[in-house]
């Protein structure tokens, strides 16, 4: 069976098994091969409830038992949730053939009370609602559900808890969050007002992917994909913090099964990308260069003080790009791959230097070299271009023109028209690394 849906509260850690549980009645065969083990619905079946182990849940030997919630006979359970005080738990409940609901159950003298529906603002005997989750300070409930008036199959909404524990009217959590298909499990952080949710609306590693997205319940940023180890190919679901800034916690997650879900501890992985921008000529730090940082989150900017220093953190791992500009100096781009970005353990440290300029100042371009007597580019002066095309694709705005001169040997009219052949085997060679010949 599956294991799945992890929330630890003080020494308590809670989580919801499948496992199967043992029930009076006739076996009823459904599987009866020779040589192998009978397979019966009455002896064994799989049972969604709610447990609970008190003790380490690393240490080599653990006890655990069911949660006692004075259950209606038949009645499954999952997915719990607790307010800030510990005292209302709020969980899905279903019974076979009947839609998933949200309830409730209030601990009175360390005992849960027989659980009870959330009401008709939540439940409709029609649609399903479930996955509920309470914010940490007790304000909201948000839960996923396939309610009439969502965006898709199941969305997520939210309600507001109100003092005297009554839940107001469900809201939809919008089309910035919600598509056309499943959004499931939500987990807000009002710390850092940081929504977590599982969708495969959206483009992923494959099945349910983890999104991230910053928001209050008034608006909410674009969702970001939290990448690795959040998320791989299959199903990735149920979030729950150990922590309070939410860098630290469990997941559910068929990774590494066949068939069902499994716990995970998972640990957001940040790495720093950093170094100093200096003049290439003086070799010193640079103050006042904008640098970018460009990735799948959107763009993030500072600009260096003195000490030429840039430093951003990322959260997963991710391909980014940095544009780093300054006036009257070239612009300079650099990308790095997802494989570079990888290896880099925790930390990025690369220095850059940036070449200033003038306008109509003429800039030098040594060791461009041709045949005697020709046009041609040598191999070295391939090279030498090859990092004025890195400057033209850094600063597309910049337009050049090109000069070649001769030796004197020859006639004027023969050396002039072989410097403009030259200058114009320049152009030739930049229009074939895609630089426009209207820049030229």
């Given at each position: 069976?599956s294991?799945y849906?992890?929330?630890?509260?003080?020494d308590?850690?809670y989580?919801?098994?499948?496992?199967?549980?043992t029930?009076?009645?006739?076996p009823?065969?459904?599987?009866?091969?020779?040589?192998?083990?009978v397979?019966?619905?009455k002896?064994?079946?799989?049972i969604?409830?709610?447990?609970?182990a008190?003790?380490?849940v690393?240490?080599?030997?653990?006890?655990?038992?069911?949660?006692?919630?004075?259950?209606?006979?038949e009645?499954?359970?999952?997915?719990?949730?607790f307010?800030p005080?510990?005292?209302?738990?709020?969980?899905?409940a279903?019974?076979?053939k009947?839609?998933?609901?949200?309830y409730?159950?209030?601990k009175?003298?360390?005992?849960?009370t027989?659980?009870?529906s959330?009401?008709?603002?939540?439940n409709?005997?029609d649609?399903?609602?479930?996955?509920?989750?309470?914010?940490?300070?007790?304000?909201?409930?948000?839960?996923?559900?396939?309610?009439?008036?969502?965006l898709?199959?199941?969305?997520?909404?939210?309600a507001?808890?109100?003092?005297?524990?009554?839940?107001?009217?469900?809201v939809?959590?919008g089309?910035e969050?919600?598509?056309e298909?499943?959004?499931k499990?939500?987990?807000?952080?009002?710390l850092?007002k940081?929504l977590?949710?599982?969708?495969?609306?959206?483009v992923?590693f494959?099945?349910?992917?983890?999104?991230?997205?910053?928001?209050?319940?008034?608006?909410?940023?674009?969702p970001v994909?939290?990448?690795?180890?959040?998320?791989?190919?299959?199903?990735?679901?149920?979030?729950?913090?150990?922590?309070?800034?939410?860098?630290?916690?469990y997941?559910?997650?068929?990774r590494e099964?066949?068939?069902?879900?499994?716990?995970?501890?998972v640990?957001?992985?940040?790495?720093?990308?950093?170094?100093?921008?200096?003049?290439?000529?003086?070799?010193?730090?640079?103050?006042g260069?904008?640098?970018?940082?460009?990735d799948?989150?959107?763009?993030k900017?500072?600009?260096?003080?003195i000490?030429?220093?840039y430093?951003?953190?990322i959260?997963?791992?991710?391909p980014?790009k940095?544009?780093?500009s300054?006036?009257?100096?070239f612009?300079l781009?650099?990308?790095?791959s997802?494989?570079?970005?990888?290896?880099?353990?925790t930390?990025?440290?690369?220095d850059?230097?940036?070449?200033?300029f003038?306008?109509?100042?003429?800039?030098?371009?040594?060791?461009i070299?041709?045949?005697?007597?020709s046009?041609?580019?040598?191999t070295?002066?391939?090279?030498t271009?090859?990092?004025?095309?890195?400057?033209m694709d850094?600063n597309?705005?910049?337009?050049?023109?090109l000069?070649?001169?001769?030796?004197?040997?020859?006639?004027?009219?023969?050396?002039?028209?072989?410097s403009?052949?030259?200058?114009k085997?320049c152009?030739?060679?930049l229009?074939?690394k895609?630089i426009?010949?209207?820049?030229?």
């Open positions: 069976g294991n849906a992890a929330v630890k509260t003080n308590n850690f989580y919801t098994s499948s496992r199967p549980i029930v009076a009645g006739k009823e065969v459904i599987k009866a091969v020779k040589g192998e083990t397979v019966t619905t002896a064994n079946p799989f969604n409830n709610i447990y609970v008190k003790e380490d690393n240490a080599s030997e653990i006890s655990v038992k069911m949660l006692d919630l004075n259950l209606p006979k009645m499954e359970t999952a997915a719990i949730s307010n005080e510990g005292t209302v738990a709020y969980f899905t279903w019974r076979d009947e839609k998933y609901a949200i409730q159950s209030k009175v003298d360390e005992k849960w027989a659980p009870t959330l009401g008709l603002q939540i409709d005997k649609f399903n609602s479930a996955q509920p989750f309470v914010t940490s300070d007790g304000k909201f409930l948000v839960f996923s559900s396939d309610r009439s008036g969502g898709g199959k199941y969305d997520l909404w939210y507001s808890i109100r003092t005297d524990g009554s839940v107001g009217q469900p939809n959590l089309p969050i919600n598509t298909a499943d959004e499990a939500p987990y807000y952080n009002s850092t940081k977590l949710f599982s969708s495969d609306g959206r992923g494959g099945g349910l992917d983890f999104f991230e997205s910053d928001g209050d319940f008034i608006s909410w940023s674009k994909n939290m990448g690795y180890p959040f998320n791989s190919s299959k199903d990735d679901v149920y979030f729950t913090a150990t922590n309070a800034d939410a860098s630290r916690g997941i559910s997650s068929d099964s066949a068939c069902c879900l499994e716990i995970f501890a640990k957001r992985e940040y790495i720093t990308i950093s170094g100093i921008i200096s003049d290439c000529k003086t070799k010193k730090p640079l103050n260069v904008s640098v970018k940082m460009i799948l989150d959107g763009e900017s500072i600009v260096t003080d000490s030429g220093k430093e951003f953190k959260d997963s791992r991710r980014v940095l544009n780093i300054k006036e009257n100096y612009a781009n650099k990308n790095y997802y494989e570079e970005v990888a290896k880099a353990d930390l990025m440290h690369v850059y230097c940036i070449n200033s003038k306008i109509n100042v003429p800039i030098v371009l040594d060791n070299y041709y045949e005697f007597n046009a041609e580019l040598t070295s002066s391939q090279k271009l090859d990092a004025l095309v890195a400057i850094d597309p705005e910049m337009e050049i023109e000069g070649a001169h001769t030796d004197d040997i020859g006639t004027d009219i023969y050396n002039l028209d072989l403009e052949r030259r200058a085997s152009l030739n060679y229009v074939s895609n426009a010949e209207n820049r030229m």
